[in-house]
């Protein structure tokens, strides 16, 4: 009836609203700048924290897992310099975009052998494909021998524990942090509950991502046509 229509139209008035205003924000640089600290920033901690001061070796699919998110802030620097240009910011969303499909495929990957490797399942393993320790970059990218301490990897896939070299001296932190992650078999974002691996939270942190990328689009889509209309 007619109070159907009007729902109708208030809910498509409210959906214009919303991302109209959203297309304002991917005008301008702070969204992208955000993105690029975020993604960035997990690069950053998962070689300088968890690789070298952790020990725990990166595996094949870690390092294009690192590789997926810096494709999300290599792109967001194009609407940083210049965020009211449509090219730039259609250059950042096919870089992020591929990025997180890119990771989220990855992350899958590492996720399956992860479960594999600590299954109870003597047959789990069976016909599943391992990591290799010479990488295929997207693109034919040699970035392992570009950066070797960042992109090659040097671990087995699904054995995340700590490998401390003989002789080591740790600090007490360190000491508990890294028996706190070993005692649990691994990296968990929370350790003693076996809760969330390092491929679940890249996982997740790329599906969110990946949404982000998707409703600032939309928003970018629906100024442009508003701006049209008008």
């Known amino acids: 009836g007619l109070g159907d229509v009007y ?3 208030e809910l498509f008035m409210t959906f ?4 109209g205003r959203v297309g304002l924000w991917e005008q301008q640089r702070w969204p992208w700048i955000v993105i690029a600290i975020l993604s960035a920033s997990l690069v950053l901690i998962a070689h300088n924290v968890f690789q070298v ?14 590789f997926a998110f810096l494709c999300m ?5 194009f609407p940083i ?3 009211k240009s449509l090219a730039c910011r259609i250059i950042s969303y096919v870089c992020g975009v591929y990025g997180c499909i890119y990771g989220i495929m990855c992350s899958l990957k590492l996720d399956s052998i992860h479960r594999a490797i600590h299954s109870d399942d003597l047959d789990a393993m069976f016909g599943m494909q391992g990591c290799s320790l010479e990488p295929h970059y997207p693109f034919g990218l040699p970035l392992e021998k570009w950066a070797p301490d960042w992109f ?19 600090s007490p932190l360190q000491e508990s942090i890294i028996n706190m992650y070993n005692d649990a078999g691994g990296w968990y974002l929370i350790p003693s509950m076996k809760f969330m691996s390092m491929a ?14 998707i409703v600032l689009f939309s ?3 629906v100024k442009h046509r508003t701006t049209m209309q008008k």
């Open 53 to 66: 001061w952790l020990y725990m070796k990166p595996c094949e699919q870690c390092v294009y897992i690192r």
């Open 73 to 77: 802030t290599f792109g967001c620097l």
């Open 16 to 19: 214009n609203s919303f991302f």
């Open 152 to 170: 090659l990897p040097t671990g087995d896939c699904g054995y995340d524990n700590s490998d401390v070299p003989m002789g080591t001296v740790l």
């Open 81 to 83: 310099v210049f965020p």
């Open 7 to 9: 729902k109708r139209q």
């Open 219 to 221: 928003g970018m889509v």
């Open 200 to 213: 679940q939270c890249c996982l997740l942190g790329f599906t969110v991502a990946l949404l982000i990328y």
